[in-house]
């Protein structure tokens, strides 16, 4: 008599013990601390800039995905890896970054690659890729640099108007486009920041994201999901705007203000989600499979526990407290460590900048709208006309800022001229000599710039601590290694402007804007130190 087959004993169920529990929460509250300040900056975001207004709904969703992937989490005992370790070194040394620099982002996304190092620390690399993805989302929480921020938004401004102008001739309707500004004649639509299309395709970017990792497909079809989001947004976008145009020829202004200016962004943004769907539709029944959109597209729950299901308590191993104390001994030294100080020299203030300067030249002082003060968080500035001898004006800007490792610093002309309107011709850089108060030719950016029939040439440079400098990225540089070497991170843009006029030759605008940066530079110590 045969004796009776043994059924396989089934898969344990491994969860994690308390103490593993007790030791990743604390370890979690301790990379929030050494990041606080990056974090807190990028929360500010959230409630100040519309753009990022989503971003309290990315932490959730993360959490709801790593949820979704628990069951597959269960199935194996996952072992935590040393290779945690050197992911937190990087997130530790990026948090150095972003607290000596100006730019945030660096602590930010420092925070997520903690995160990731506590996740091979814990569940090992075989772990952390089942919830790498879900890990990954919370990159769409970080805001992007101002100047990145304002350049992107500047371009998609200049696009959307492009677009929307070319709609309104579809129409028959004549308008005369100026910059961001749209003239229909009777009335002028202003392309502000608002409508650049950033409050529908970051969001949209989120959706495209989720949309891709919840359908089941070939990963250029996931790809192409994602990446559609971009054109769809600028495409919906400027059809919103040239819509606008139209109404307002045909019904009034009442049709860019108001609640129903803002319905219908609501309306265009529904219809990026529409049309997202409909090509996710069409994706599915590509490659001959014809399967419908539901076949292949849902969010899946994961399986629940077996109730016979035998349970395995994972191990406590020894990477996982080697990261908690790391990350604690990093809180500790970031909480009660004593704040750098950034030294402040002494100077005079721009407002006692002289209105006579060296060659004839007399000035005139002008002022910029509080709107624009408050956005710019300057500690000081200077904006004044000069002239001579009847030549034309040069309006000479100077805005300071005594500490520029608290997230604000100097603004590039670059991302501004666009939004009043003026286009940039042309853009170079060179050396002007006969500035005694330079040990070299200052170098300066070049830009001639065009509104019309309008032109005006553009001097402008960074005078940051004794360095006259050209490139954005090399202020941020300078400004990181200047605040650990020499506790000084304040700085300044010196921007010169001129007109020139439709029968003036190029070379005497240059020869006057030129005299008139020779005749400043040894002013300038006094009031940005050296």
Known sequence: MSSPALLPSPSPVWRLPP????????????????????????????????????????????????????????????????GGLPLLALALALGVVGEFSAIRLFGQYGFVVALF??????????????????????????????????????????????????????????VFLE???????????????????????????VLGFLAAYCFQGAWWKRALIFAST??????????????????????????????????????????????????????????????????????????????????????????LPAAGLLLCAAAAASLWAPEPVMQRPERGALADFPMAIDGGWQGR?????????ATLALSDHLIANYA??????????????????????THSPRTCIPGGGWSIVAIDELSLDGAPAAAAPLPVNRVLIQRGEERQLVYYWFQQRGRRLTDELSVKWFILHDSIASKRSDGALIRLVTPVSRDEDMLAAERRIGAFAAALQPLLSDYVPE
């Open 19 to 82: 103490a593993q529990w007790a030791l990743l929460a604390l370890a979690v509250a301790a990379a929030v601390a050494v990041f606080l300040p990056g974090l807190r900056f990028m929360v500010a975001n959230w409630e100040q800039v519309e753009e990022y207004s989503y971003g309290y709904f990315i932490p959730v969703i993360a959490a709801l995905l790593i949820w979704q992937k628990s069951a597959a989490l269960r199935q194996h005992e996952l072992r935590g890896s040393w």
């Open 117 to 174: 190092g506590l996740s091979v620390c814990l569940l090992g690399w075989r772990g952390t890729r089942i919830i790498a993805v879900p890990l990954a989302i919370l990159c769409f929480m970080i805001p992007l640099p101002q100047f990145v921020l304002r350049e992107l938004s500047q371009q998609l401004q200049l696009l959307s108007s492009q677009l929307g102008v070319a709609l309104i001739r579809q129409f028959g309707i004549s």
């Open 179 to 205: 910059g961001n500004v749209i003239d229909l004649g009777s009335y002028k639509l202003q392309v502000v920041e608002a409508c650049s299309g950033l409050r529908y395709l970051f969001p949209l970017m």
């Open 230 to 319: 971009v054109p769809l947004t600028i495409l919906i976008n400027s059809l919103r705007i040239g819509l606008i145009g139209v109404t307002v020829e045909h019904w009034g202004s009442a049709m860019a203000e108001g609640l129903l200016h803002d319905f219908e962004g609501w309306f265009m943004f529904m219809l990026c989600i529409v049309l997202l769907l409909a090509e996710m539709s069409l994706l599915a029944r590509l490659g001959g499979r014809g399967v419908k959109l539901h076949s292949v597209f849902g969010f899946d729950l994961p399986d629940p526990v077996a109730r016979d299901a035998a349970v395995a308590y994972r191990r406590v191993r020894a990477p």
């Open 365 to 373: 002082r002008d002022r910029l709208a509080p709107d624009v003060l």
């Open 388 to 409: 001579r001898d009847g030549d034309p004006w040069v309006n000479l800007y100077v805005a300071y800022y005594a500490s520029q490792s608290s997230g604000e610093s």
